[in-house]
């Protein structure tokens, strides 16, 4: 007997979770290291330290939060995932608020580097709650390829407009996203903080839904519960799962891209094509990103279907190096256009990777679920995450050498002593690095193992073991 397909109360309910994933992880990877650098003045030292130090305290949040969950003995209305989901909706909302709220406005940059540390760790830490525990409900929740595929394309639908609305928002709310004098500063304090809020309100608007009607557990017996691993031996596990860390390091190098390219964007609109107050070229040039990746869900489908989900990841991955080549080759606004063109054509491989990835690291768990003979999504997101948390890092090291290198080892410098050589470290930081990045991730998936006849045969075996669905 076939399975009922999934109804569109069920794909949306769902599917908004997106919305408060996204939004919030969007503007906090667009726009904190702008808003640190150029607005609050915080020294490219003080940023880096920051980093650093929030990477050290991922290493352990983001698989503590994972482990903590699979060690949670299910509640009884609450739920095992959905008692975190509900318990981090409205501190997620609040943060959204604090990080772009700088209490302090002085000489001495200490208070405000405390502040900027605590606030992206406490971020952090609540975000990883929503997130590891949303996306470890995914697989469990719909267990088969044919219900995750329906619902990804749902989700990816949603994800997608959670990122148009983190682009969109700041174009409408920031006059100058980097500003161009001292005197401008407390206007565009206020802006960002304006944008902030309604991110909160927004942020709590969809996740509300999802956290009381979205989530639908499994109820857990003391018998599963009891083969679970400890905190310790779950992330020992998970970490000798070679198809995992290649799928996982392959991930980061993709994760690199989406955090640098945006990051260094208003820069890169202000120094290299020369455009002021370039909030909104920037923002509406994301936000066609955004609308090319939705728009190509169905044919990444399609191309999935037809060569594998690892190839068709593969395939979008090349396509995205040869895409960035233009960032290096444009200078003036007469590339205004240019730009837009080229970000907007940046979507499609977007799509791809936004399509492929879940879907591979969904096949990842289902292995080690027939291995082990238990579900472990939360301990592989947890896991996951800490290691493609490290990410962002690589990009703040990345973007703290180069701009070391051009000038700005101090402070940002609106009027750059040495403009040629500003241009040419902004170039490089959107095309020579992410290229470098995407092919790492593509030699990876070059030795991915979970395609093809062995993962036919996974899928075979699993079938044979409703329980483990």
């Keep these: 007997m076939s399975e009922k397909p999934l109804k569109f109360k069920e794909k949306f309910l769902f599917g908004i979770s997106a919305i408060p994933d996204q939004l919030t992880y969007q503007v906090f990877q667009f726009l904190i290291f702008t808003y640190y650098f150029t607005v609050v003045k915080l020294p490219l030292v003080s940023i880096l330290t920051g980093y650093i130090i929030w990477g050290i305290w991922n290493s352990v949040n983001d698989p503590l939060v994972g482990a903590l969950s699979e060690r949670t003995k299910q509640k009884r209305k609450w739920g095992k995932r959905r008692f975190y989901i509900i318990i981090s909706v409205v501190p997620l909302s609040i943060l959204m608020i604090l ?54 394309i749902f989700r990816n639908l949603t994800f997608v407009f959670a990122l148009i609305l983190g682009s969109l928002i700041p174009a409408l709310i920031i006059s100058d996203l980097v500003p161009d004098n001292d005197a401008a500063i407390p206007r565009i304090k206020g802006e960002y903080l304006t944008m902030g809020i309604i991110v909160a309100i927004i942020t709590l608007l969809a996740a ?8 639908k557990e499994k109820e857990e017996t003391v018998e599963d519960f009891n083969k679970r691993p400890s905190i310790f031996q779950s992330f020992k596990l998970t970490l000798s799962n070679k198809s995992f860390l290649k799928f996982t390091l392959a991930n980061t190098m993709v994760w690199y891209c989406f955090t640098i390219l945006p990051l260094v964007m208003p820069i890169y609109a202000e120094h290299v094509l020369g455009v002021k107050k370039g909030a909104m070229l920037v923002g509406l040039s994301l936000m066609l990103a955004f609308v090319v990746a939705a728009l190509s869900m169905p044919i990444h489908r399609k191309i999935g279907l037809k060569i594998g989900v690892r190839n068709g990841m593969i395939l979008s991955l090349s396509l995205f190096i040869v895409i960035l080549i233009p960032y290096f080759l444009m200078s003036g ?8 063109i080229t970000t907007a054509l940046v979507g ?25 003979g238990v579900r472990r999504g939360a301990s592989f997101y947890g ?38 050589l500003v241009v040419l470290g902004l170039k490089s930081l959107m095309f020579i690095f992410p290229a470098i990045a995407l092919t790492i ?29």
């Design 99 to 152: 990080l772009f709220y700088v209490p302090f406005d002085t000489s001495d940059k200490s208070a405000e580097f405390i502040y900027f540390l605590i606030v992206i760790i406490s971020f952090e830490f609540i975000y990883s709650m929503f997130n590891v525990n949303m996306n470890a409900v995914f697989p469990d929740q719909f267990p088969n390829e044919e219900k995750r595929a329906a619902a990804q």
């Design 348 to 372: 499609f491989p977007i799509g791809g990777t936004m399509f492929y990835i879940d879907l591979l690291h969904a096949d990842v768990i289902d292995e080690d679920a027939l291995k082990f």
């Design 383 to 420: 896991v996951m995450l800490f290691i493609q948390r490290s990410a962002v890092i690589l990009v703040i090291i990345t973007v703290a050498l180069m701009f070391g290198n051009i000038g700005w080892e101090q402070e940002y410098n609106p009027v750059p002593e040495d403009p040629e």
């Design 333 to 340: 606004k007469e590339h205004q256009m240019f730009f837009m």
């Design 441 to 469: 991730a593509i030699l990876l998936l070059k030795s991915y193992s979970l395609h093809g006849e062995k993962l036919k045969q996974i899928r075979e075996e699993l079938a044979k073991h409703p329980e483990l669905k």
């Design 208 to 215: 509300i839904p999802f956290a009381i009607w979205g989530v």
